[in-house]
């Protein structure tokens, strides 16, 4: 059982990137997953939720309007994308779905 999260790096503001969440040995199926970020000397904060059912989604008013998550079930992936991206959205990013975490991937936003 395992969630993968894929796709950080470094961009300059303004700019966009999508992260990838692949679970493998589960499906997202069953709980809501969400993706979650923590900046140096800060708490880890959920950034945005994926209802397993309908779909529906929510965000954290720092990225909303900005971030868009959704799913593919057929590639069992979740993604994130964010776009208009700040120096602030700077962090390391988890994946986490069920009481499951991803390992992580840095998003470095700088100019």
């Known amino acids: 059982v395992q969630l993968v999260a894929t796709g950080g790096g470094s961009v300059q503001p303004g700019g966009s990137l999508r992260l990838s969440c692949v679970a493998s040995g589960f499906t997202f199926s069953g709980f809501p997953t969400s993706w979650y970020r923590q900046a140096p000397g800060k708490q880890r904060e959920r950034v945005a939720t994926?209802?397993?059912?309908?779909?529906?989604?929510n965000y954290a008013g720092s990225v909303k309007g900005r971030f868009s998550i959704s799913r593919d079930d057929a590639r069992n992936t979740v993604y994130l994308q964010m776009n208009s991206l700040k120096p602030d959205d700077t962090a390391v990013y988890f994946c986490?779905?069920?009481?499951?975490w991803g390992q992580g991937t840095q998003v470095t936003v700088s100019s």
């Open positions: 986490y779905r069920g009481g499951f």
């Open positions: 994926i209802d397993s059912t309908d779909g529906r989604t």
